[in-house]
Nanobody, 122 residues
Framework: QVQLVESGGGLVQAGGSLRLSCAAS????????MGWFRQAPGKERNFVAA????????DYADSVKGRFTISRDGIKNTVHLQMNSLKPDDTATYYC???????????????WGQGTQVTVSS
């Protein structure tokens, strides 16, 4: 019954911006952290950003720090990832997730979306 659905991906030029959203349903997710991960073609899935259930604690991978911002809308059960100053290296499928702790390890997260594609051209 639990479902996470990402949206907002697309094709942008280097230096541009995108805003990803993840809508959660099937539960209130009270007490759950949410995170964003990404997987580039031929590479492993890596941590991007995470936010705790109240939205007061955030964490970012060094590669996106200062460019990406994660936020959470508790009323709509939605998490967002604002991506600015995009680089070709940001090209990947982006996945949102939910879990009981604000951690960087994928195994901490219990629920996953199907992903949304982000492509950044040179």
């Amino acid at each position: 019954q639990v479902q996470l659905v990402e949206s907002g991906g697309g094709l942008v030029q280097a230096g541009g911006s995108l805003r990803l959203s993840c809508a959660a349903s099937g539960g209130t997710f009270r007490g759950y952290a949410m995170g964003w991960f990404r997987q580039a073609p031929g590479k492993e899935r890596n941590f991007v950003a995470a936010i705790n259930w109240s939205g007061g604690v955030t964490d970012y991978a060094d590669s996106v720090k200062g460019r990406f911002t994660i936020s959470r809308d508790g009323i709509k059960n939605t998490v967002h990832l604002q991506m600015n100053s995009l680089k070709p290296d940001d090209t990947a499928t982006y996945y949102c997730s939910a879990g009981p702790a604000t951690r960087r390890n994928q195994q901490v997260y219990d629920y996953w979306g199907q992903g949304t594609q982000v492509t950044v051209s040179s």
